[in-house]
């Protein structure tokens, strides 16, 4: 079964310092990992995925997260937080024989303190 | 823009009266899901339509049905919701085209709030 840790509920950050939210995950074969956002009462915006090829993968909004096979992580990173990506961030992984099933952490909510 | 569209946003109805939630997209994917989310959980699959196939997950309750009367529509209807029903209701699609190793985003609509008095 696959399966994604989001260690932390809340991350806070000052704006303008560098943001991560941690996730590591579990999963058969080779991992399919994704990142989403959502703000209140919106739906889930697709941030960025990792698939194969460079473990550093850049993504919408000057997002970018960074997979490492041996630590099992794909932790999300942005080098200077604004107030406006205060939200909740959902990890999620599909294993390479799923079936176009997603599991989703429990998420992060991010507060950037102006 | 192509985009996933939810109908309504908010929708109050009272215990026990069915209730339908509406989903449509432009982006011409075959893969249409409904998600439940409670208070800033992880979204629960409920269930998805591959083409015209439907897929049911195990742990969802028979309350909770699903109509796809085309490609770009899907519905869900709940049949005698509770109070243990409300909450936020995500629909998503993706393409899925068969290709062995084959990944596809799934692109969410805005979400439509379920309250239940």
């Known amino acids: 079964a696959q399966s994604v840790a989001q260690p932390e509920d809340q991350v806070n950050v000052a704006e303008g310092n560098p943001l991560t939210v941690k996730c590591t995950y579990s999963?058969?074969?080779?991992?399919?990992l994704f990142w989403y956002v959502q703000y209140p009462n919106r739906g889930l915006q697709f941030l960025l995925k990792y698939i194969t090829g460079d473990n550093l993968v850049k993504g919408s909004y000057g997002f970018e997260a960074e997979f490492n096979k041996s630590q099992t992580s794909f932790h999300l990173k942005k080098p200077s937080a604004l107030v406006s990506d205060s939200a909740l961030y959902f990890c999620a992984v599909r294993g390479h024989y799923g079936n176009n099933r997603l599991a989703f952490g429990k998420g992060n909510q991010v507060v950037v303190i102006p | 823009d192509a985009m996933v569209i939810q109908n309504p946003r908010y929708q109050v109805t009272q215990f026990g009266k069915p209730v339908t939630l509406s989903c449509s997209q432009t982006l011409n994917h075959n893969v249409m899901y409904w998600y439940q989310q409670k208070s800033s959980q992880a979204p629960k699959l409920l269930f998805h339509?591959?083409?015209?196939?439907?897929?049911n997950e195990a742990d969802t309750p028979d309350n909770f049905q699903s109509r796809r009367p085309n490609t770009s529509f899907c519905f869900l209807d709940i049949r005698s919701p509770g109070l243990g029903d409300a909450a936020m209701y995500l629909c998503?699609?993706?393409?899925?085209?068969?290709?062995?190793?084959?990944?596809?985003?799934?692109?969410f609509g805005p979400g439509t709030r379920l309250t239940v008095l």
């Open positions: 998503a699609t993706s393409r899925v085209q068969g290709g062995a190793g084959e990944v596809n985003t799934q692109y």
């Open positions: 999963v058969s074969g080779n991992p399919y």
């Open positions: 339509y591959y083409d015209k196939d439907f897929n």
